[in-house]
C-alpha cells in the first residue's frame, strides 16, 4: 500500500521499517556499532565539528556536532571515541579513522 508521504514522493521507511540513508552517511554496520558501513564523509564531520574550541573531550564534541546539525549517527559515534581528549581537528579525524568511521561517498 502506498502512503500519502510515498506517493508525494517524500522519504519514508521501507517495508522493513528502516529510513534512508542521510546523504551525509552511509548506513550499514561499523565497527562502533552504529549505522555506517563505509563511514562518514571527511567534510560532513569538518563541518560538523567547525568552531569547536579544542581541547575538548568526546561528549564536548558530540554536543557541538550536534549543535552544528550533525547527522545522529555522528553525534552517537563521537562519544564512543577510544580518547580521552583531543587538540584539534586532525586528532578526532584520526580517531574516527581508527574506528574505520571515515569514508563515506562524496556528491
Known amino acids: 500500500m502506498t502512503t500519502p508521504n510515498q506517493a508525494a514522493g517524500d522519504a519514508t521507511q521501507d517495508g522493513e521499517g528502516r529510513w534512508p540513508a542521510s546523504p551525509g552517511h552511509v548506513h550499514g554496520t561499523s565497527p562502533s556499532g552504529h549505522p555506517g558501513g563505509m563511514g562518514f564523509q571527511v567534510t560532513e564531520v569538518q563541518k560538523s565539528l567547525k568552531g569547536f574550541d579544542y581541547h575538548g573531550d568526546p561528549e564536548d564534541l558530540a554536543k557541538h556536532a550536534e549543535d552544528n546539525g550533525a547527522d545522529d549517527d555522528l553525534v552517537e559515534a563521537l562519544p564512543g571515541l ?17 574506528e574505520d568511521e571515515l569514508g563515506g561517498p562524496t556528491r
Open 82 to 98: 577510544d580518547k580521552d581528549q583531543f587538540d584539534g581537528p586532525n586528532a578526532v579525524m584520526h580517531a574516527l579513522g581508527q
